[in-house]
């Protein structure tokens, strides 16, 4: 897939105030400073279409982008660590859950990971919650330049070896780098073929 045109559409806490127009949706989630910004802007080859900061927690709404007019890329608040108080951070989670488990356009939700860390409990409690209330997701492992290829292959396969203690079957895992451009053709073809089998 070539992305021609992205265009903002809007923000909203609430499933009602999202873009009118209905199209199949794909977003992007994960902890905070995951490297969720930058991603969104490499995989649609713009700098800035979504904000990127140094600081936790800068998303805090749900940023629908539409995507050569025929889908919509969803850029979600992060979980966990973030320097925002308890009640933000309850009222984050409820606009998150409340997103994911009732968007009926919701196609796939990218779950992002810190290729060079392992997977903290935060990331399976959320991961383990989508499989609960029947969420499709996949995972895509951010920041894959950061490590030598013999060191960036031993650490994703010790937290696919964590996952597989959970799933019998894995998800569609991908490896990003969003300095690099990694994954984006894998992660784009694979939303261009999930919205060829809706139709």
Same mark, same amino acid.
């Given at each position: 897939? *070539?992305? =021609?045109?992205?265009?903002? %559409?809007? %923000?909203? *806490?609430?499933?009602?105030?999202?873009?009118?127009?209905?199209?199949?949706?794909?977003?992007?989630?994960?902890?905070?400073?995951? /490297?969720?910004? !930058?991603?969104?802007?490499?995989?649609?080859?713009?700098?800035?279409?979504?904000? #990127?900061?140094? @600081?936790?927690?800068? #998303?805090?709404?749900?940023?629908?982008?539409?995507?050569? @007019?025929?889908?919509?890329?969803?850029?979600?608040?992060? $979980? /966990? $660590?973030?320097?925002?108080?308890? =009640?933000?951070?309850?009222?984050?989670? #409820?606009?998150?859950?409340?997103? &994911?488990?009732?968007?009926?356009?919701?196609?796939?939700?990218?779950?992002?990971?810190? %290729?060079?860390?392992?997977?903290?409990?935060?990331?399976?409690?959320? &991961?383990?919650?989508? /499989?609960?209330? /029947?969420?499709?997701?996949?995972?895509? $492992?951010?920041?894959?330049? @950061?490590?030598?290829?013999?060191?960036?292959? *031993?650490? &994703?396969?010790?937290?696919?070896?964590?996952?597989?203690? +959970?799933?019998?079957?894995?998800?569609?895992?991908?490896? !990003?780098?969003?300095?690099?451009? =990694?994954?984006?053709?894998?992660?784009?073809? +694979?939303?261009?073929?999930?919205?060829?089998?809706? *139709?």
């Amino acid at each position: 897939m *070539k992305i =021609k045109e992205a265009i903002f %559409s809007g %923000s909203s *806490k609430k499933l009602d105030d999202r873009p009118k127009e209905k199209l199949p949706e794909f977003a992007f989630i994960g902890r905070s400073n995951v /490297g969720k910004s !930058s991603l969104i802007n490499m995989l649609c080859g713009m700098g800035k279409l979504a904000h #990127t900061s140094s @600081k936790p927690g800068k #998303t805090r709404l749900i940023n629908h982008f539409m995507i050569n @007019k025929s889908w919509y890329l969803v850029d979600l608040p992060g $979980y /966990g $660590y973030a320097k925002i108080s308890q =009640k933000a951070r309850e009222e984050l989670a #409820t606009i998150i859950r409340h997103y &994911i488990n009732g968007s009926a356009e919701l196609v796939n939700l990218f779950v992002l990971l810190d %290729s060079r860390h392992e997977i903290q409990k935060i990331d399976m409690e959320f &991961i383990n919650s989508l /499989g609960e209330a /029947g969420v499709p997701f996949s995972i895509i $492992y951010t920041k894959c330049d @950061k490590m030598g290829t013999n060191s960036l292959g *031993k650490q &994703i396969e010790l937290n696919n070896n964590t996952l597989g203690l +959970y799933w019998e079957e894995l998800p569609p895992i991908f490896a !990003s780098s969003a300095e690099t451009g =990694k994954g984006r053709d894998e992660i784009l073809d +694979y939303i261009e073929n999930s919205i060829n089998n809706i *139709k």
